[in-house]
């Protein structure tokens, strides 16, 4: 059984960066990033295999997020650059029992329980 905590998140202005942390326990596949803001629905953020090669990332993030992972730690990563209002949300590590990616939260068995980042104007 994986478990996953996240880290990292607060309170930045508008162009700020932030680095989300997640640690798991067990082996993982592949890990990624959800965020869900207030009254919308789970929206994915960024997916990353074990290998760390060829991650993938939502539409709106457009060069702004990188995501990667430390497998000796097992930990994964998500650096937020540039960051927006719009950008506030819960985010949440999630993953999967397979190594491959998927941006459908459907797709993921292992669920932090989310920190909270708020992007200020």
């Known amino acids: 059984q994986v478990q996953l905590v996240e880290s990292g998140g607060g309170l930045v202005q508008t162009g700020d960066s932030l680095k989300l942390s997640c640690a798991a326990t067990g082996y993982t596949y592949a890990l990624g990033w959800f965020r869900q803001a207030p009254g919308k629905e789970r929206e994915f953020v960024a997916v990353?295999?074990?290998?760390?090669?060829?991650?993938a990332y939502g539409k709106f993030v457009q060069g702004r997020f990188t995501i990667s992972r430390d497998n000796a730690k097992n930990m994964v990563y998500l650096q937020m650059n540039s960051l927006k209002p719009e950008d506030t949300a819960v985010y949440y590590c999630?993953?999967?029992?397979?190594?491959?990616?998927?941006?459908?939260?459907?797709?993921?068995?292992?669920w932090g329980k989310g920190t909270q980042v708020t992007v200020s104007s």
């Open positions: 990353v295999i074990r290998s760390g090669l060829s991650p």
């Open positions: 999630a993953g999967r029992d397979a190594d491959t990616v998927s941006t459908s939260s459907r797709a993921y068995n292992y």
